[in-house]
């Protein structure tokens, strides 16, 4: 089986990072998983020109083509963000944007896990409107909202140092 996890971050070896290897951990190596590291991959944002949309493909000739295609042939997939300004990183929104090449067909039965990574308190407004703009995805496209996982670090309270949040992170998966 396919899994597909998404790092959203600019920062390689930040939380988010950290927080996307601990979900791979948890999988206990039962998917094949495709790592993508956004930052790295050379991606250009919509062009809303809907050449996709008779092509099923992107007249842009970057990363995101194939970043489709591992998407489809993924059943699981688990997006990890930073949070910026209540929402999800540019890097990540730039990616979701450019998945509207896909076909409705292409998400059905799909599993979505989504990470959320600030350093606002759990009850900051912004992890529950990320909550409900994956959940609304979900919803639109026939994906699964499998799991949901809101953390708060940052530099100085690092999610290396706090194993509490780590084993909700190696668990997502498995408790879904």
Known sequence: MEMMVI???PRKHGNSAHLAETFIQGTGHSHHVTEVFLQDMDLHCCRSCYWCKSH?????????????IQFKKSEVIC????V????????LKIFIDRLYQLQTKDYAKKQLYVIACGSDSLEGVQYRLIKEQFA???EYT???FAGYLPVSADDDNPVAEDENTLQKARTLFIKG
């Open 56 to 68: 099923y493909r992107c007249l842009l000739d970057d990363a995101m083509n194939d970043l489709a």
């Open 79 to 82: 997006l990890v963000t930073p």
């Open 136 to 138: 609304a995805i979900c």
């Open 84 to 91: 910026y300004w209540w929402g999800i990183s540019a890097q």
């Open 7 to 9: 790092n959203g971050s």
């Open 142 to 144: 026939g994906m699964q």
